[in-house]
């Protein structure tokens, strides 16, 4: 590792000792490091940072990791989460172990682990008008008043269901963990090339979610509700950051992406062993 990229939430790590840590460790083994500052405003990185990047160290948690995996996914470059926040799923390493799980790191004593992203797109009057990728989820829900809302789920082209719902979850199996879980959607592993398609309490004694190939194409109609004024009733969601509203006969497809999100991993603990610790903290 010759250069490192240093990610640090500036509300995580106030005082940023923490990032002072791994800044002074890693420039007293001969690595260039970069560091930038960032909030839940930035959306994207300055790209002159990310030239002949070896990899980028986080510091925060999950949702500082989902905000640029995007960006660094395009340029091929793999991420280490030092977790800063509250569940960490995705950010593995605890902030009081962070000299040992560095020296591993810096010695190529670790793995690379790929993630799939799914691709969402927003087609209005039969023109694609956004597309965005998506570590977690992409997720149609109501915005405004409180009322139940009308769509139809499409699987690759065939009509599944009409659903009365508060909305749908269309998550990667690293988001199964997130909103899909509280939802009720299953658990998956983080390993796993599946979409999952989960209703959000819907008006229907079939609530069950749908796991499906990666593969597989998933169109959302937007449909009128009774009520009078119909538009911008709903907002699509690209995990959790990045919303766009809907309006009826708007059309919201999500498969899974071309790009996946690489990831280093230090130990060989499993997801399921990883799975029941954050359920004895939670």
């Known amino acids: 590792m010759k250069k490192i990229l240093i990610i640090t939430n500036r509300f995580k790590d106030v005082e940023q000792k923490n990032t002072e840590k791994v800044c002074a460790f890693l420039n007293a083994k001969g690595v260039k490091v970069q560091r930038v500052l960032v909030d839940r405003k930035v959306t994207n990185l300055d790209e002159s940072l990310l030239d002949e990047t070896d990899c980028a160290i986080i510091l925060g948690g999950d949702g500082t990791m989902m905000q640029f995996a995007n960006q660094l996914s395009k340029h091929d470059i793999p991420m280490l989460g030092i977790n800063l926040g509250h569940m960490g799923y995705l950010a593995e390493v605890d902030c009081n172990n962070v000299e040992a799980s560095l020296n591993k790191v810096l010695s190529g004593d670790y793995t690379v682990q790929e993630r799939m992203m799914i691709n969402g797109m927003i087609i209005k009057d039969g023109n694609t008008v956004i597309k965005q990728n998506a570590i977690n989820?992409?997720?149609?829900?109501?915005?405004?008043?409180?009322?139940?809302?009308?769509?139809?789920?499409?699987?690759?082209?065939?009509?599944?269901?009409?659903?009365?719902?508060?909305?749908?979850?269309?998550?990667?199996?690293?988001?199964?963990?997130a909103y899909n879980l509280s939802a009720g959607g299953p658990i998956v592993d983080p390993g796993a090339e599946i979409l999952i398609v989960t209703p959000i309490a819907p008006h229907t004694l079939m609530n069950r979610s749908l796991v499906l190939?990666?593969?597989?194409?998933?169109?959302?109609?937007?449909?009128?509700?009774?009520?009078?004024?119909?538009?911008?009733?709903?907002?699509?969601?690209?995990?959790?950051?990045?919303?766009?509203?809907?309006?009826?006969?708007?059309?919201?497809g999500v498969t899974s992406a071309s790009r996946h999100v690489k990831m280093i991993r230090l130990n060989e603990v499993s997801f399921l062993e990883v799975l029941h610790n954050k359920m004895k903290e939670s």
């Open 137 to 177: 989820d992409v997720v149609i829900t109501r915005c405004g008043k409180l009322q139940v809302l009308n769509f139809n789920i499409f699987i690759n082209g065939k009509l599944l269901k009409n659903y009365n719902a508060d909305g749908v979850i269309l998550s990667t199996p690293t988001g199964s963990t």
């Open 213 to 252: 190939k990666a593969s597989d194409y998933v169109e959302i109609e937007i449909l009128s509700t009774h009520e009078e004024e119909t538009d911008e009733l709903m907002e699509l969601n690209f995990d959790g950051k990045e919303s766009v509203k809907l309006s009826a006969g708007d059309r919201v």
